[in-house]
T-cell receptor, first 116, second 110 residues
Framework: NAGVMQNPRHLVRRRGQEARLRCSPM?????VYWYRQLPEEGLKFMVYLQKENIIDESGMPKERFSAEFPKEGPSILRIQQVVRGDSAAYFC??????????????FGNGTRLTVT | GQQVMQIPQYQHVQEGEDFTTYCNSSTTLSNIQWYKQRPGGHPVFLIQ?????EVKKQKRLTFQFGEAKKNSSLHITATQTTDVGTYFC??????????FGQGTRLTINP
């Protein structure tokens, strides 16, 4: 009965490199959300996806960030040409049924990205 | 857009004291959810409130949803060290997503 699986748990990148964060939702969940959490801060919505569709990307920075949830395989959050300000914890969450905001979110353990 | 404000940002208590965190929205909410995040951990769903004036209890935790469905509170009676963490409220924004308050970070002196 696996929960939301995120990998890697920790990721270190140098400035200018690319970061790829992966998320497999809970079995039976078709709604995937990505949130970013800066140290000592709250959770900021980034993007909401269903299979092969981006539903709401209003929280994504306009440049360098992209997300996908292909028909097969995990959801990917991709950050190109990382900068120090991208250092944060990135949480993926999934939900059943009709999705948020009417269903609870199940969060993964997060990926802690450090940009050096 | 709709915002969810949470106070206080930090709260430090002696073990055994009570703790309350408050959540306020600029607009009426269809529901409100509460999550707990332990230090170094990930948010974990606690409860969802839907009805105006609703009160729900989970052991020492009491959750309330205001009559106008614009505010909510979480009260912990007789805190224990296992209660340490950050408590977030979250409310809908539009039909698609959940927005989180800034969280209240609870620390406890044993």
């Amino acid at each position: 009965n696996a929960g939301v699986m995120q990998n890697p748990r920790h990721l270190v990148r140098r400035r200018g490199q690319e970061a790829r964060l992966r998320c497999s939702p809970m079995k039976g969940h078709s709604h995937v959300y990505w949130y970013r959490q800066l140290p000592e801060e709250g959770l900021k919505f980034m993007v909401y996806l269903q299979k092969e569709n981006i539903i709401d990307e209003s929280g994504m920075p306009k440049e360098r960030f992209s997300a996908e949830f292909p028909k097969e395989g995990p959801s990917i959050l991709r950050i190109q040409q990382v900068v120090r300000g991208d250092s944060a914890a990135y949480f993926c969450a999934s939900s059943p049924g009709q999705g948020a905001p009417n269903s609870p979110l199940h969060f993964g353990n997060g990926t802690r990205l450090t940009v050096t | 857009g709709q915002q969810v404000m949470q106070i206080p940002q930090y709260q430090h208590v002696q073990e055994g004291e009570d703790f309350t965190t408050y959540c306020n929205s600029s607009t009426t909410l269809s529901n409100i959810q509460w999550y707990k995040q332990r230090p170094g951990g990930h948010p974990v769903f606690l409860i969802q409130l839907v009805k105006s004036g609703e009160v729900k209890k989970q052991k020492r935790l009491t959750f309330q949803f205001g009559e106008a469905k614009k505010n909510s509170s979480l009260h912990i009676t007789a805190t224990q060290t296992t209660d340490v963490g950050t408590y977030f409220c979250a409310g809908p924004q539009g039909a698609q997503k959940l927005v989180f308050g800034q969280g209240t970070r609870l620390t406890i002196n044993p």
